[in-house]
């Protein structure tokens, strides 16, 4: 049997990236898998090939996520989980950020994040659960990322906040927080099809090995595996959590 028989887990941003390995991980699992993303060539791919269920999904849209609900009610009858991974990082010094650009990320990482819990929550059988993407800035400062690491502070707020409110349901809400992860956001070389991604791999690895513990940047499959652990019963009595995987990235500086 797999960890997650018979549940229905929306999965936001899962067309690539962590989002995809989330799905991949949790279809395997025996989930009934909701990829919800803005890229519908490359979510609908990934849904034929896993047997699940595509929507497109803008997350900043409100009516996008009734859509989404209505549609994974429609195939499957219910809801059980929700995982909102969708975001999007902008590199820039606090003081030359654009209100643009600034708004731009809290839309997508924050007030996505906020229209998926306040939708999705209400139709979750009891006994559900929330996962939720923050991120090593979340819990730290980290220069040139401000619009990035202010919205996913929030995203730690909202996560602490629908875990008080939503525990009488017995639904669990936590988040986790990467540190450098290989996908597309740490990695736009992967966008590239002509790219040798092994190399370009190889070389994130490089770069982290003297700043992460560790000694190398993480994998999405990494991400994937702590995202199941907070959606399956082996986390049955954590709630309002932050999980921090980030190779050892916020131990600490070491000098030797």
């Not at 909701?34 to 009516?63: C, F, I, S």
């Not at 730290?140 to 996913?152: D, Q």
């Not at 290989?182 to 190889?202: C, I, V, Y």
């Not at 009595?237 to 995987?245: H, K, L």
Request: one cysteine or more; proline letters at 4%.
């Amino acid at each position: 049997m797999g960890k997650l028989d018979g549940r229905v887990v929306i999965v936001t941003g899962a067309a690539r990236g962590q989002g995809e390995q989330e799905a991949r991980l949790f279809a395997a699992e025996g989930a009934r898998v909701v990829v919800a993303d803005v890229l519908d060539e490359q979510g609908e791919t990934l849904a034929k090939e896993l047997g699940a269920l595509y929507v497109h999904l803008d997350v900043g849209e409100e009516g996008d996520w009734r859509s989404a609900v209505t549609a994974a009610k429609d195939a499957y009858g219910h809801v059980d989980g929700l995982v909102n991974n969708a975001g999007i990082l902008r590199f820039n010094a606090l003081v030359d950020t654009p209100l643009d650009e600034f708004m731009q990320v809290v839309r997508v990482n924050q007030v996505g994040c906020f229209l998926g819990v306040r939708t999705v929550a209400p139709e979750l059988e009891d006994g559900g659960t929330i996962v939720n993407t923050a991120s090593y800035t979340g819990v730290t400062g980290m220069a040139a990322v401000g619009a990035y690491a202010a919205t996913k502070h929030a995203v730690l707020g909202l996560t602490r906040v629908a875990a008080l409110e939503l525990a009488p349901r017995r639904i669990r809400v936590n988040a986790v927080c990467p540190g450098a992860i290989d996908t597309a956001m740490s990695n736009p070389a992967l966008l590239d099809p002509s790219a040798d991604r092994e190399e370009t791999s190889r070389a994130l690895d490089e770069l982290y090995r003297k700043l992460v513990p560790l000694g190398r940047i993480g994998r999405p499959e990494e991400v994937a595996r702590l995202a199941l652990f907070l959606t399956s019963g082996d986390s049955s009595y954590i709630t309002g959590q932050p999980f921090v995987i980030d190779g050892g990235w916020l131990a600490g500086v070491s000098i030797v």
